[in-house]
């Protein structure tokens, strides 16, 4: 018996969410790791600049959001453009900092496009080029020095093994509500440690992030449970981890004992 097609995309959802200990490890791409520790010079993130100036929406509720449907002409035009622009930069000929801002800005800019490319999908779980495929992180997106790039391979084989910041997981930005936001500032050098503090402390802080209800039970963004080892050496630390940044439950944190439960939002950020 066949069975419909939205019964087939809610079991491979319902698969997804339950496959939180299944998250890509960091396996660094040799390729890319290589930079030029005495560069200057930087990288002209200004047209992803003007996207984010022109679509990107900061609510009340501190969730930011895109006006995928309001982008078309020029603003279609500078996302591909600057798309175009990184494509023919090699960010191995800058330093270390000018390239974590590069691939942080590269990954959201990609994200958006794919976005763009669904506009009849209420979730990024539905996009992707593979009938069978849940998301479109496999998918290849980009072509940088004759290799072709998934946003897997820039968060997984490039950002975390090479520059081991766990902040990152605050910077790039999977287009849905549950994720940390979409940055409205593009990534740069000059303050991007500044940027990075922001973007962990705005996370920790907001209720998708971390929630203690009145009955004392804990829940945390699903990003913490698939990158533990990015966090802490297991579940204690991790909650250790987030009370030394929340500036609320920072005490009721400390030796936390009880009960941790993950959840995460997985619709589309899309402004109303």
């Known amino acids: 018996m066949k069975r419909p097609l939205s019964i087939l995309i809610f079991a ?61 002409g020029e603003g279609r035009e500078q996302l591909r453009g600057y798309l175009t622009a990184m494509a023919a930069i090699d960010p191995r000929d800058y330093n270390a900092l000018e390239q974590q801002a590069y691939w942080m800005n590269l990954y959201n800019a990609l994200t958006v496009d794919v976005v763009l490319k669904y506009p009849k999908k209420k979730s990024i779980l539905r996009m992707s080029e593979g009938f069978f495929s849940i998301g479109p992180w496999d998918d290849e997106v980009f072509t940088l020095a004759g290799k072709e790039l998934t946003l897997n391979d820039i968060e997984h084989r490039i950002l975390r093994p090479i520059f081991q910041d766990r902040r990152v997981h605050y910077a790039v930005n999977c287009a849905s509500i549950g994720c940390p936001n979409l940055a409205p500032k593009v990534f740069n050098s000059a303050q991007l440690e500044e940027q990075l503090v922001a973007a962990e402390r705005g996370y920790i802080n907001h209720p998708r992030g971390v929630t203690l209800d009145k009955k004392g039970r804990l829940q945390l963004s699903q990003i913490f449970e698939w990158y533990v080892d990015d966090f802490a050496e297991d579940e204690a630390g991790l909650v250790n981890y987030l009370a030394q940044h929340h500036e609320t439950l920072g005490e009721t944190l400390k030796g936390f004992t009880g009960k941790v439960s993950y959840d995460y939002d997985w619709d589309l950020n899309k402004a109303q």
């Open 12 to 72: 491979a959802m319902t698969l997804f969410s339950g496959l939180a200990s299944a998250a890509p490890a960091p396996e660094k791409w040799a390729f890319w790791d290589r930079l030029n520790a005495e560069s200057t010079a930087t990288i002209d993130h200004s047209l992803w600049q003007s996207v984010l100036d022109k679509y990107l929406r900061e609510s009340p509720d501190n969730i930011n959001r895109f006006a995928y449907t309001e982008v078309a």
